[in-house]
């Protein structure tokens, strides 16, 4: 045999290991987006997301159950087991390097929207401040290594309003929107949803100030957001109303909420960054 073909074989059964680990992958997606789109039928929910913590055999793909789980934990207020979560979660397995050697997060990004923003948002909204303090105990090791990673910068601001710190996050949530956000690092696919966070967040602090009357241009991300059941849980989070065009106004306190499959389908492997190097 020559060497030629040597290689070709060897370049063969390269790209079917590589096409049967990416099946195997995306396999490992659908099935955490199925469990995540039954967040509102509690065993449902627990039962799937425990299984595939325990038999998945990935230990990326574990530990993104693990943060999910977190997310349906604090969903559901079952806060007896919560700490144990924390604790069993590797972030480290979350977090790759990128060819120059810096922390890279895009393959995982979604998990570190529900570590970041999804999970404080619904512990916010519980009041769970014990709970709350103990994710930012788990994930403080890394903001140093992730200060460039816009999940991690949206949330702090996110936590700056709920602790009502500094300018409650208004000039990191108005930069955002005016797509002023060179030098950080971001998923395509998520930078629409940061957006409407920020803008929602924005809206809250205006009805805080009683000036949401003044700004209509919050008006048409709101009503977008809300149109998502990821944007129901987070309204409700922080007990914002948005006005619907077919009645006065529309509340989101119903149970029969849209799948949350926003942020748990893969992520594009190239990730933005507006900054000229």
């Given at each position: ?27 490992k997606g659908k099935q955490l987006i199925d469990i995540v789109a039954s967040i ?145 690092t971001y998923s395509k696919s998520l930078i629409g949803l940061y957006k409407m ?81």
């Amino acid at each position: 045999m020559s060497i030629l073909n040597i290689v070709l074989y060897i370049m063969m059964f390269y790209f079917i290991f590589r096409l049967f680990s990416t099946s195997k992958r995306n396999g490992k997606g659908k099935q955490l987006i199925d469990i995540v789109a039954s967040i509102n039928h509690h065993d449902e929910f627990f039962e799937g997301i425990n299984d595939m913590i325990a038999n998945c055999g990935d230990p990326v793909y574990e530990n993104k159950a693990r943060v999910i789980k977190l997310w349906g934990q604090s969903y559901h207020k079952e806060f007896e087991s919560f700490a144990a979560t924390v604790d069993e979660l590797n972030i480290d397995q979350l977090i790759t390097t990128d060819k120059k050697g810096n922390p890279d997060i895009h393959e995982n990004e979604d998990s570190f929207f529900y570590i970041y923003m999804g999970i404080p948002n619904i512990l916010y909204g519980n009041q769970a401040e014990t709970e709350q303090k103990l994710l930012q105990d788990k994930i403080a090791p890394y903001n140093d290594r992730l200060s460039d990673k816009l999940v991690k910068v949206l949330g702090d601001s996110c936590n700056a309003f709920y602790e009502k710190k500094d300018d409650q996050g208004m000039g990191f949530f108005q930069k955002l929107l005016e797509g002023d956000y060179a030098g950080y690092t971001y998923s395509k696919s998520l930078i629409g949803l940061y957006k409407m966070i920020a803008n929602a967040m924005m809206a809250k602090y205006y009805e805080n100030e009683g000036t949401l009357a003044e700004h209509p241009e919050t008006d048409d991300l709101l009503k977008q957001f809300a149109d998502t059941g990821l944007g129901k849980r987070w309204l409700k989070a922080i007990d914002l109303t948005v006005k619907n065009e077919s009645e006065d106004t529309e509340t989101f306190n119903n149970d029969e909420e849209e799948p949350e499959s926003t942020v748990t389908e893969e992520k594009e492997e190239n990730t933005e960054k507006e900054e000229q190097e």
